[in-house]
């Protein structure tokens, strides 16, 4: 079974950082881009970040451009997503994914930045 769990998440302050980790089961990991998404209350899930099955390359929202970093390490089935400079307009869920337009979802972890 395909499965992606991510944590790290909570609340963090404005200005501040913190890194999300998502653990990836059931499948060939280095075979895949493994994307971050966000979706705020109200709003649509929109891709955060993406990186390609060997880490070579990356790809950010403008919105994030500076701030966060994707990376992974595929020895241990992981992706991580680096957030710093966190502004309250980051406040979302955050879901890992296999691929980038389709895949499978993790179940999402909750980033708070608030003062």
């Known amino acids: 079974q395909v499965q992606l769990v991510e944590f790290g998440g909570g609340l963090v302050q404005i200005g501040g950082y913190m890194r999300l980790s998502c653990a990836a089961y059931g499948f060939v990991f280095s075979s895949y881009h493994i994307s971050w998404y966000r979706q705020a209350p109200g709003k649509e899930r929109e891709l955060v970040a993406s990186?390609?099955?060997?880490?070579?390359?990356?790809s950010y929202a403008e919105s994030v451009k500076g701030r966060f970093t994707i990376s992974r390490v595929n020895v241990k089935n992981m992706v991580y997503l680096q957030m710093n400079s966190l502004k309250s307009e980051d406040t979302a869920v955050y879901y890992c994914?296999?691929?980038?337009?389709?895949?499978?979802w993790g179940q999402g972890t909750q980033v708070t930045v608030s003062s």
């Open positions: 994914r296999q691929g980038i337009g389709s895949g499978s």
């Open positions: 990186i390609t099955p060997a880490g070579v390359g990356t």
